[in-house]
């Protein structure tokens, strides 16, 4: 079965600290895998889109790894703010299926910066 | 924002009742896909049309349907509502239908089942 698992579910640190955050994926067998943003009650937001012929790809302080042979993917943030404070999810587009718009989500990490 | 509009926003339901949720694609954008989304899950995939067509769906029942409109806008029609259907329903729209596409959604619509 193709899942997605994300750990830690939840993470709380001090304002300033860098952090990683862990997604692992059953299948190597992969069109790409992305990580969104989601505040409370709110849509998804677009972070870092990762090919499955990448390794990496970065944006501001966020860095997304990408290693398919072991089945994971890691979201580095740097310097954490205050405001980076939302859920984390984590979302693979497996190959073979018949639909290209289907991701499998992780259940997600939530993160808190305080100050 | 993502260009992707959803209506309503919130909605309350009783149980038995239909229900229809509707979405506008970022311009452009031919291809949409469903998801709902249980309080304190990931998203799961309903459906994708491509061009008004159904191109995949995934382990949700026949009362869980949709439709695509010439212009790539779309609805979500759920007949039946039972209480485990609430849930935030989140749209998403793509260029093309093609394997590297990125997904943008929509803010979605809380949908509550009384």
């Known amino acids: 079965k193709q899942e997605v698992t994300q750990i830690p579910a939840a993470l709380s640190v001090p304002e300033g600290e860098n952090l990683v955050l862990n997604c692992s994926f059953t299948?190597?067998?992969?069109?790409?895998l992305q990580w969104f943003r989601q505040d409370p009650g709110k849509g998804l937001t677009s972070l870092l889109l990762?090919?499955?012929?990448?390794r990496e790809q970065t944006s501001g302080r966020l860095n997304a790894s990408l290693d398919k042979s072991s089945g994971r993917s890691t979201l580095y943030i740097a310097a954490s703010q205050p405001g980076d404070s939302a859920t984390y999810l984590c979302?693979?587009?497996?190959?073979?299926?018949?639909?290209?718009?289907?991701?499998?989500f992780g259940q997600g990490t939530i993160l808190t910066v305080h100050p | 924002e993502t260009g992707v509009t959803q209506s309503p926003t919130h909605l309350i339901k009783t149980r038995g009742q239909q229900v229809t949720l509707r979405c506008s694609s970022q311009?452009?954008?031919?291809?949409v896909s469903w998801y709902q989304q249980a309080l304190g899950q990931g998203p799961q995939f309903i459906f994708q049309?491509?061009?008004?067509?159904?191109?995949g769906r995934g382990n949700f029942p026949p009362r869980f349907s949709g439709l695509q409109f010439p212009n790539y806008s779309s609805e979500l029609n759920v007949n039946a509502l039972e209480l485990d259907d609430s849930a935030l329903y989140l749209c998403?729209?793509?260029?093309?239908?093609?394997?590297?596409?990125?997904?943008?959604f929509g803010s979605g619509t809380q949908l509550s089942v009384l």
């Open positions: 299948d190597s067998a992969i069109y790409n």
């Open positions: 990762i090919q499955s012929s990448q």
């Open positions: 998403a729209s793509s260029l093309g239908g093609g394997t590297a596409e990125k997904l943008f």
């Open positions: 311009s452009g954008h031919n291809t």
């Open positions: 049309y491509y061009r008004e067509e159904e191109n």
């Open positions: 979302a693979v587009n497996y190959a073979g299926g018949t639909s290209y718009g289907k991701l499998t």
